[in-house]
């Protein structure tokens, strides 16, 4: 009672910022392609089956009426052909909206390759739309999914994007003009199936939010499902701590002001093992601290491990009334815990605390965890050149980070 993992049931935020659940399945198992990476790929000898369009629209209106989902996210195998497939999808949610009446939230994916008129009219009935750019640069798509073409996967995601820009002039002047895509397009990247480093692949986001203004980049560990020589060994497992890592430093690009290159470096390619992105960042930018608390502006708060968004938005708003002291903080969601090494409250620190690198990383830290990792008794540099050698994959690395952003 109330294990979801198995019936297929995730978790999404809408536009509106709820929590929904959804019902994520795929059309069809079927493929045509052979990525190296899938296990629907097509050299594999597994079972294969597909929906018709009316038997999605009759599961999803089922669970719908159970109260066991609010949407449905659909994806698929490439049956036949990239746009026989997208025809499917596109008939199945336009089913869906019209002869069942269903007015939940439909996630889709455009498939790549297919006719832009297909993806263009599914568009009008789904909320939100992704095209998954798979790999991180072109050449471990060459290499891993040889069937797929980084041009063919950008070509729908441009056509989103304008498709979403031309539709909000058109619901300006018409206010009962369909809307296109309204929750915005999002994608997805394989991490740790190719040689990227974490500096390659949080530019390559970073690019995809300028150029694409795509709502979400996710990250998804590599799991080893296939047996093939171009995969990586992962004898620790799928890098579940790195996609973690990531997901905080993609959440400071959306949220935080903050850059790809000011969290990394092509001489710091890899994110620290034991910190967090922002922890990590104010580490090694000590010069910016302390902030004082009852001066400091939004951008300087943000910067602040254990100030987020709406704490920051919070302290703003609260010292206008009288200075806050740290009792104050804690009331207004601050963790203390993290934050009291880099701020001032009245130009005095909660404790008499040395602004010093090795000091802070050990009280940020566990002992155990330090030790579990192999880093106790290092050094902060010392830990930052360890956690390279965690992150090393097995396959040759990409030789020029232009190759990951270049082609965007």
């Given amino acids: 009672m109330g294990n979801c993992a198995a019936s297929g049931i995730c978790h999404s935020f809408s536009a509106d910022g709820r929590c929904i659940s959804l019902l994520k399945i795929l059309m069809t198992n079927e493929c ?69 009446g269903f007015g939940g939230y439909i996630h889709v994916k455009a498939i790549p390759g297919a006719d832009s008129e297909l993806i263009r009219q599914t568009g009008f009935w789904a909320d939100r739309m992704s095209v998954n750019l798979e790999l991180p640069t072109a050449e471990g798509l060459r290499r891993l999914a040889p069937n797929k073409h980084r041009k063919n996967i950008l070509t729908p995601m441009r056509q989103i994007q304008t498709g979403i820009v031309q539709n909000k002039d058109e619901v300006a002047l018409y206010k009962h003009a369909p809307q296109f895509v309204p929750g915005g397009q999002s994608t997805q990247m394989i991490i740790g199936a190719t040689g990227e480093s974490d500096y390659q692949i949080l530019n390559v986001a970073e690019n995809l939010y300028q150029k694409f203004a795509l709502k979400r980049v996710f990250y998804s560990a590599f799991v080893r499902v296939n047996q093939d020589d171009q995969l990586p060994a992962l004898p620790g497992g799928p890098p579940l701590l790195r996609e973690h890592r990531l997901y905080q430093a993609d959440w400071l690009l959306r949220f935080y002001g903050f850059s790809a290159e000011e969290l990394l470096s092509e001489k710091r390619p890899f994110f620290n093992v034991l910190l967090d992105p922002k922890e990590d960042w104010a580490i090694r930018h000590l010069e910016c601290f302390p902030v004082e608390i009852n001066r400091a502006g939004s ?18 708003a609260a010292r ?61 540099w010392q830990m930052t050149l360890f956690d390279d050698d965690l992150y090393t994959c097995e396959v040759p690395a990409v030789e020029q980070r232009r190759t990951a952003v270049g082609e965007l």
């Fill in 320 to 380: 206008r009334s009288a200075n806050l002291t740290f009792e104050d903080l804690k009331k207004l969601g601050v963790v203390l815990k993290r934050a009291l090494f880099f701020i001032t409250c009245s130009g005095k620190m909660m404790y008499p605390v040395r602004l010093d690198e090795d000091y802070i990383v050990r009280h940020l830290t566990e002992k155990e965890e330090r030790i579990r990792l192999g880093s106790d008794g290092m050094t902060y």
């Fill in 299 to 316: 951008e300087q708060l943000l910067r602040v491990p254990g100030i987020g968004v709406n704490s920051a938005r919070r302290i703003l």
């Fill in 32 to 100: 045509i392609y052979d990525c190296k990476y899938c296990l629907n790929r097509r050299s594999n000898d597994i079972p294969r089956a597909t929906f018709t369009p009316e038997e999605i629209c009759e599961l999803t209106i089922q669970f719908y009426r159970r109260n066991y989902i609010e949407g449905l996210f659909l994806s698929s195998g490439i049956i036949e052909s990239p746009t026989f497939t997208m025809e499917l999808l596109c008939r199945t949610v336009c089913l869906l909206r019209t002869k069942y």
